[in-house]
């Protein structure tokens, strides 16, 4: 029974940490901090506005048309795994 309620703290702390913050350090409601989250996800999303590419970006549309197929005819090409077990050189 210990166990469970130490599980439960454990999990609703977690799960409270990841919450923004709301009001100021008194604990007082604070407008101007409302929507923090929302703030910081879509600065998370604007890294670099501009990014600079060494090289242009190309693609192929006939790739993609005929992986469209694939798709659709449910003949999706598997990627290949890489292990993660094996070092180089030993």
Do not use: H, W
């Amino acid at each position: 029974m210990n166990t469970d309620r130490f599980a439960l703290a454990i999990a609703g702390s977690v799960l409270l940490s990841g919450c923004a913050t709301y009001g100021n350090m008194e604990g007082a409601y604070d407008p101007a901090g409302f929507g923090e989250a929302n703030r910081q996800s879509y600065a998370a999303m604007i890294v670099n506005p501009e990014p600079v590419y060494t090289e242009d970006m190309t693609a192929s549309g006939e790739k993609a048309a005929d992986a469209v197929e694939r798709y659709r005819k449910d003949e999706v090409k598997q990627p290949d795994r890489p292990s993660t077990g094996d070092t180089p050189g030993g």
